[in-house]
């Protein structure tokens, strides 16, 4: 009997940043990322011609490094809150996933600058919120933009929100939700406060 070969291929997210951090908490992973950032990054450390590349880890969801360097040399340009900042303003990029790397200390990062603000009305205010749980959702089914929606719709941003973490329209936004809806993967609640 000859033996099989099977090719592996590495799991990749095409997420922004919200939408990557959202997903990794729902699903509680314990995973290392990294993507190359583009030159339009707005990074002052970088010479023409370098790549800079962008890696983060989970643990249990939670993240336990960010940090943008140096591809050629490895040297660190930024770490956590600062590294978060500058990714948040990049729009979604192609994580590859890794094999996890114990022996960081479990941090978790500033990412209020990247996290909804709250509306000050008093009136209650409806949120979309997913149907199913991510892991039971059919992700791959779903157009990308779509996809990107539902994984922000967690029972606190408006769609308001999800427009402007997604630099997207809202009437896009709301339309995206209206296709998640008829698909049963999407419902709508008062936003606890």
Same mark, same amino acid.
């Given at each position: 009997?000859?033996?099989?070969?099977?090719?592996?291929?590495?799991?990749?997210?095409?997420?922004?940043?919200?939408?990557?951090?959202?997903?990794?908490?729902?699903?509680?992973?314990?995973?290392?990322?990294?993507?190359?950032?583009?030159?339009?990054?707005?990074?002052?450390?970088?010479?023409?011609?370098?790549?800079?590349?962008?890696?983060?880890?989970?643990?249990?969801?939670?993240?336990?490094?960010?940090?943008?360097?140096?591809?050629?040399?490895?040297?660190? %340009?930024?770490?956590?809150?600062?590294?978060? $900042?500058? !990714?948040?303003?990049?729009?979604?990029?192609? #994580? =590859? +996933?890794? &094999?996890?790397?114990?022996?960081?200390?479990?941090?978790?990062?500033?990412?209020?600058?990247?996290?909804?603000?709250?509306?000050?009305?008093?009136?209650?205010?409806?949120?979309?919120?997913?149907?199913?749980?991510?892991?039971?959702?059919?992700?791959?089914?779903?157009?990308?933009?779509?996809?990107?929606?539902?994984?922000?719709?967690?029972?606190?941003?408006?769609?308001?929100?999800?427009?402007?973490?997604?630099?997207?329209? %809202?009437?896009?936004?709301?339309?995206?939700? $209206?296709? !998640?809806?008829?698909?049963?993967?999407?419902? #709508? =609640? +008062?936003? &606890?406060?």
């Amino acid at each position: 009997m000859q033996p099989r070969h099977t090719t592996q291929t590495t799991p990749v997210y095409h997420l922004p940043l919200v939408a990557l951090l959202e997903q990794m908490r729902t699903a509680q992973a314990t995973l290392s990322l990294s993507a190359i950032l583009p030159p339009s990054a707005p990074i002052t450390e970088r010479s023409e011609g370098q790549e800079i590349v962008a890696e983060m880890a989970f643990e249990r969801g939670r993240i336990t490094r960010c940090q943008m360097c140096l591809r050629t040399s490895g040297r660190v %340009l930024m770490q956590q809150g600062e590294a978060l $900042q500058v !990714l948040n303003g990049v729009s979604a990029l192609p #994580w =590859q +996933v890794h &094999a996890h790397q114990h022996g960081h200390e479990a941090e978790t990062a500033p990412i209020s600058a990247i996290t909804a603000t709250s509306s000050t009305t008093e009136a209650p205010v409806h949120v979309p919120l997913q149907a199913v749980p991510v892991e039971q959702a059919p992700l791959a089914m779903l157009p990308l933009r779509v996809r990107h929606v539902f994984l922000l719709s967690n029972g606190q941003r408006t769609p308001q929100d999800i427009a402007n973490v997604l630099r997207l329209p %809202l009437n896009e936004v709301e339309r995206f939700i $209206q296709i !998640l809806q008829k698909r049963n993967l999407m419902t #709508w =609640q +008062v936003r &606890a406060f």
